[in-house]
């Protein structure tokens, strides 16, 4: 593991980057709040999916809500991208002072310890294998956990979302791409089917969590 170091002004201008981007999302998601109640609905739906099972769940869901493959490409590099400036500048500030925090501080320790633990898979990180995991669409994968690698790395922060963020991008259209094909092919053999592919990427991420919860609540018996 490399030094890390992100300078405190870089730092300060990807958060303020990403604030801009989530103020023009609010507004966008206003506007259309007030012309469509139902698609906003909609599109919370995808974005509260994406958080539960990840990128591909975020595309499944807005699959079965007729969306088209180009849409959800949009709304998935929008959203994704403001999340990650966001939340990889905060997460990297507090990373050594986590003792003050209180609402956040599970969240950030529970990444700072998957992000080292994601270093122990490879003994050297480099721009290919950082940037083939963030283009991979698994739950224990994608571009927040990939920048947090490229910080543990010792790569400079703009280093790290020139490396993170395209491959993000190139991920979220060749899955959805991908998956848009894929889901033609299952209605044809009957509507609604497609259902239970869009299920698995929802509740898969959450039974991998359980899995693992499990397996260190065994452990600590195991000690005791």
Not at 103 to 126: G, L, P
Request: hydrophobic residues 55%; glycine residues 6%; aromatic residues 16%.
């Amino acid at each position: 593991m490399k030094k890390m170091f992100y300078r405190a002004s870089d730092r300060r201008m990807v958060f303020l980057l990403g604030l801009v981007l989530l103020g023009i999302e609010l507004v966008i998601y206003i506007f259309i709040l007030v012309l469509d109640s139902s698609l906003a609905a909609e599109i919370l739906s995808m974005i509260s999916a994406n958080h539960v099972g990840g990128r591909l769940a975020f595309i499944g869901v807005g699959l079965e809500f007729g969306f088209s493959s180009a849409l959800i490409i949009s709304i998935i590099i929008f959203y994704n991208t403001t999340y990650l400036l966001i939340v990889n500048s905060l997460i990297v500030y507090f990373w050594g002072q986590t003792e003050k925090l209180k609402i956040t501080k599970r969240f950030i320790e529970s990444m700072k310890k998957k992000a080292i633990a994601r270093t122990q898979v490879s003994k050297k990180w480099n721009w290919f294998s950082i940037s083939l995991f963030v283009w991979l669409p698994f739950p224990m994968t994608g571009a927040v956990m990939g920048s947090l690698i490229a910080y543990l790395e010792g790569y400079n922060i703009k280093n790290a979302l020139i490396m993170v963020i395209p491959s993000m991008w190139i991920g979220v259209i060749c899955w959805a791409l991908w998956f848009d094909e894929l889901y033609e092919f299952i209605e044809q053999f009957g509507k609604g089917k497609t259902i239970f592919i869009t299920l698995i990427l929802l509740l898969l991420p959450l039974l991998i969590y359980l899995g693992e919860h499990l397996k260190k609540v065994r452990k600590r018996k195991f000690y005791k």
